[in-house]
């Protein structure tokens, strides 16, 4: 029999039940972090369970008790994002007074594009973008405009539409055709949504113009103010910088009132992808790394990141009033329109959306439980781990090496074959390197495959797969935690480097 109302109310409190044992268990590390099943799998354990994946056989409902074996498999086969051993990606646990926040969201179902259809998460929403705007600081606290947003990549799209709605007017209308060549600037460590929204505002993917770095992952302003020159003398229209706070690998801060100073010479918009680094802004010892960041036209910064708030929660800021509006609305009169009842609140006809959720209200939930002092713990004890893990890696006697000095809370580090130590980037021969590029998406494949710690790897320029750890809504992880990391990492290592050598073995590598 399938749900009626009444078992469907059963169902949820049971449902609820499972989900706050599941939370409750978030911390217990003897869990995997993740159960490795392969597709084929994966369909064969809920097609035991009676309720297959398919839909081909779903002309009828089917009955609570397979919906709820369904919902303990999908616990049991997702990777655990509230385990302490979760640092593969910049979200990790979500707090579950914004994972009540999101419920209630979702049992309101209220679209937040009129004020009429949303009267509390309207004014809500406008409360939180006031306060992140107050964290920037002058002139966003007496002036800005904002939305929440489906996340960082939204962001950073609407930088780009707003600068070039500023730089060349006529575009709404127009389009790109027949108009000026316009050209946008960001680092070659920035996130690769630059590109897309590069390539769905009708910019182009040539036109957006990557400028080097230095080691630690700051755009270097000479090369760009010397780009923007070039790209002016062949004639092309500057009018973007896309900069970032926390780089996705490195975690690197670009100079922001070089930019400025920059972008305020060349009259281009200053746009900042904080989506990873702006949460530093909440805590009074590590804000310093956004100084300048006020000056910025408009920002991205994503709660859903370092803060831990659930999927998806993401700001985007501008210090310009209006030029959202100017640039994306559409004046629908089936919705928006003076005529209505506040209408002067509406949000929706600023964005390129139609429907939306009320994310903003998790926030806010979240900063009323443990304001912005809570939020500033969480941010210095993220800040505290990577610096206890940059430290052990570099006492590690040559066991790990560090890829770059730290600047926020992501390290990136290499495990070290032992006939390589001391390993050094800079001086390694090409096989070293070519070795370590096997080496650690081995160890990797090892720990998934036990459930322990996810980490995430990649290479960089000429330097060969590294891991990154970050520590992202990190408040229960302990050091303890991570000096044991370390050491399994090591055995790991050596695993993986012993059957290497021994060729009866499937070689590993
Ligand atoms: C995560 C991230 C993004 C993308 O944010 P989403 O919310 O995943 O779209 C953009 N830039 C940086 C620097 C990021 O770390």
């Not at 036109?207 to 002016?232: F, V």
């Not at 052990?392 to 130590?421: E, I, T």
């Amino acid at each position: 029999m399938c749900p009626t109302a009444d078992t469907s109310q059963d169902l949820i409190g049971q449902i609820t039940l499972l989900l706050c044992d599941y939370l409750r268990s978030q911390g217990d590390q003897s869990q995997p972090v993740s159960r490795v099943l392969g597709p084929e799998q994966l369909q064969q354990v809920f097609a035991a369970a009676g309720i297959p994946l398919s839909l081909e056989d779903s002309h009828e409902g089917t009955a609570p008790k397979e919906l709820l074996a369904a919902v303990r498999l999908a616990l049991q086969y997702s990777v655990r994002t509230g385990s302490p051993k979760f640092l593969n990606q910049l979200y990790a646990r979500a707090d579950p007074i914004s994972l009540a926040a999101d419920w209630l969201v979702s049992a309101l179902n209220c679209n937040v594009h009129t004020y009429e259809a949303a009267p509390v998460l309207t004014a809500v929403e406008v409360e939180v973008l006031d306060k992140l705007a107050a964290c920037i600081g002058e002139p966003y606290t007496s002036t800005h405009d904002g939305l929440f947003v489906p996340g960082g990549s939204l962001s950073n799209y609407y930088g780009i539409h707003l600068a070039r709605n500023r730089a060349d007017p006529q575009y709404k209308q127009r389009g790109s055709y027949g108009g000026p060549c316009m050209v946008a600037f960001t680092s070659e460590h920035a996130h690769y949504s630059y590109l897309k929204a590069a390539f769905v505002t009708g910019l182009g993917t040539d036109n957006l113009i990557s400028i080097p770095c230095d080691a630690a992952g700051g755009i270097l302003p000479d090369k760009l103010e010397q780009a923007i020159n070039s790209a002016k003398a062949v004639g092309k229209v500057p009018f973007f910088v896309g900069a970032t706070a926390g780089t996705t690998v490195l975690g690197g801060f670009d100079p922001f009132q070089d930019l400025a100073a920059i972008c305020t010479r060349h009259n281009l918009w200053l746009h900042i992808d904080g989506a990873w680094g702006a949460a530093c802004l909440l805590s009074p010892r590590h804000r310093h790394l956004m100084e300048g960041c006020e000056q910025a036209d408009s920002l991205a910064w994503n709660p859903h990141k370092l803060m831990g708030l659930p999927l998806q929660c993401a700001a985007f800021l501008t210090r310009h009033p209006g030029m959202l509006k100017a640039s994306c609305g559409a004046n629908a009169s089936y919705l928006f329109g003076e005529d209505r009842l506040h209408a002067d609140y509406d949000l929706g006809d600023k964005t390129m959306l139609c429907g939306r959720r009320g994310d903003a209200f998790k926030l806010w939930l979240e900063w009323k439980a443990y304001g912005t002092a809570g939020f500033a713990r969480k941010v210095e004890h993220s800040f505290r781990l990577a610096e206890h893990f940059e430290k052990a890696v570099r006492a590690s006697g040559g066991k790990f090496a560090l890829v770059q000095a730290r600047s926020y809370v992501n390290v990136c580090f290499w495990w070290v074959p032992p006939p390589m130590r001391p390993f050094t980037a800079d001086s390694a021969p090409s096989e070293a390197l070519d070795t370590l590029a096997k080496v650690t998406p081995a160890i990797k494949s090892k720990m998934q495959h036990a459930g322990d710690a996810l980490i995430n790897f990649q290479p960089l320029g000429s330097l060969p797969n590294f891991f990154r750890i970050v520590f992202s809504s990190a408040l229960s992880i302990r050091e303890e935690d991570l000096d044991g990391l370390l050491n399994r990492m090591d055995q790991y290592g050596q695993g993986v480097w012993q059957a290497a050598r021994q060729p009866d073995l499937q070689p590993m590598l």
